[in-house]
């Protein structure tokens, strides 16, 4: 029973260049969630995706980022010509459609993709 | 603004001491969620409090829920060196909404 996959986990771009981070949720799970953390911080909401799906995404900045959700395939958070503030981890968590307590989501996180922009 | 905010933000204690982490808000949680973070890996999920006045316990951890469902404390007995990590709360605000974190508790326990 794989947990959420995140893949790359160390990525490196220079300003200008488009990063994409991808995300493959626990199986079963339904709900994808991207956070990001910067260095000894905690962590920031960015988007909440289910299949094909744009639920929440008031975290996101308004220009430069992109999330989807295919019907087939992993979660993908782009981030187009990228600028040194965007270096971080970037985290994503998935949870099944009805969490156990009261319908709140317990997240699963993955080990996070770490975006350094040179 | 952070909208949960943590105290203290870093804590450094020997091994066996008790130690005390608050996570504080003006907003009501409909749940609120501790997690653990190690360096380089993801949070990982500790306890989900859901009722106000909720006191929960795993192993050596404490977990309250306060009665107005706003604020929470962590409180570790006895730490010991594995407790290290980064402590974070985490609210949701209506179920199934998105998690807020706060900005979480450094905690370092010296053998």
């Known amino acids: 029973n794989a947990g959420v996959m995140q893949n790359p986990r160390h990525l490196v771009r220079r300003r200008g260049q488009e990063a994409r981070l991808r995300c493959s949720p626990m199986?079963?799970?339904?709900?994808v969630y991207w956070y990001r953390q910067l260095p000894e911080e905690g962590l920031k909401f960015m988007v909440y995706?289910?299949?094909?799906?744009?639920?929440?995404e008031s975290g996101m900045p308004k220009e430069r980022f992109s999330a989807e959700f295919p019907k087939e395939g992993p979660s993908i958070l782009r981030i187009q010509q990228v600028v040194r503030g965007d270096s971080a981890a970037y985290f994503c968590?998935?949870?099944?459609?009805?969490?156990?307590?009261?319908?709140?989501?317990?997240?699963?996180f993955g080990a996070g993709s770490r975006l350094t922009v040179l | 603004t952070q909208l949960l905010e943590q105290s203290p933000q870093f804590l450094s204690i020997q091994e066996g001491e008790n130690l005390t982490v608050y996570c504080n808000s003006s907003s009501v949680f409909s749940s609120l969620q501790w997690y653990r973070q190690e360096p380089g890996e993801g949070p990982v999920l500790l306890v989900t409090?859901?009722?106000?006045?909720e006191v929960k316990k795993l192993k050596r951890l404490t977990f309250q829920f306060g009665d107005a469902r706003k604020d929470s404390s962590l409180h570790i007995t006895a730490a010991q060196p594995g407790d290290t990590g980064l402590y974070l709360c985490?609210?949701?605000?209506?179920?199934?909404?998105?998690?807020?974190f706060g900005g979480g508790t450094r905690v370092l326990v010296k053998p």
């Open positions: 985490a609210g949701a605000r209506a179920a199934g909404n998105k998690l807020t």
């Open positions: 995706l289910q299949k094909e799906n744009i639920i929440d």
């Open positions: 199986k079963g799970h339904s709900h």
């Open positions: 968590a998935s949870s099944p459609r009805q969490g156990p307590y009261g319908g709140a989501n317990v997240l699963t």
């Open positions: 409090v859901v009722t106000g006045g």
